[in-house]
């Protein structure tokens, strides 16, 4: 298994940059390391058909939300608000993520 190194962290606000979702922000809901992808709020949704079952009583078609490459997006940095690059200060014991503009770290609350 490939282990991508994701700057892009649940609960992050983002800014789609590329697709057909460009210009959308939205929270980050879910990572997929696996593929380097995330599920971000509200964007690349596709609809689906789906069979009457437990999930779905009533079938029909359903919205889902499909992964994009973490490569499309850009964090909105929470200390200044503009969509930036995610940099590293490994000045201390654990490395933080910093905002490359205001250079003021990104520490983000995990959702539960
Ligand atoms: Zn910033």
């Given at each position: 298994?490939?282990?991508?190194?994701m700057k892009i962290r649940?609960?992050?606000?983002?800014?789609?940059?590329?697709?057909?979702?460009?210009?959308?922000?939205?929270?980050?809901?879910?990572?997929?390391?696996?593929n380097g992808k995330v599920v971000v709020t509200s964007v690349q949704t596709?609809?689906?058909?789906?069979k009457p079952g437990k999930k779905y009583?009533?079938?029909?078609?359903?919205?889902?939300?499909?992964?994009i490459p973490a490569s499309n997006v850009m964090l909105i940095c929470p200390?200044?608000?503009?969509?930036?690059?995610?940099?590293?200060?490994?000045?201390k014991e654990r490395a933080l993520r910093i905002c490359v503009k205001c250079?003021?770290?990104v520490q983000t609350e995990v959702i539960k």
């Amino acid at each position: 298994m490939i282990d991508y190194k994701m700057k892009i962290r649940k609960g992050d606000n983002v800014l789609v940059i590329l697709g057909k979702d460009r210009g959308k922000s939205g929270l980050v809901e879910r990572v997929v390391r696996e593929n380097g992808k995330v599920v971000v709020t509200s964007v690349q949704t596709a609809k689906k058909h789906v069979k009457p079952g437990k999930k779905y009583p009533s079938g029909g078609i359903v919205e889902i939300q499909m992964p994009i490459p973490a490569s499309n997006v850009m964090l909105i940095c929470p200390s200044c608000g503009k969509s930036t690059r995610v940099g590293m200060d490994r000045s201390k014991e654990r490395a933080l993520r910093i905002c490359v503009k205001c250079k003021k770290s990104v520490q983000t609350e995990v959702i539960k």
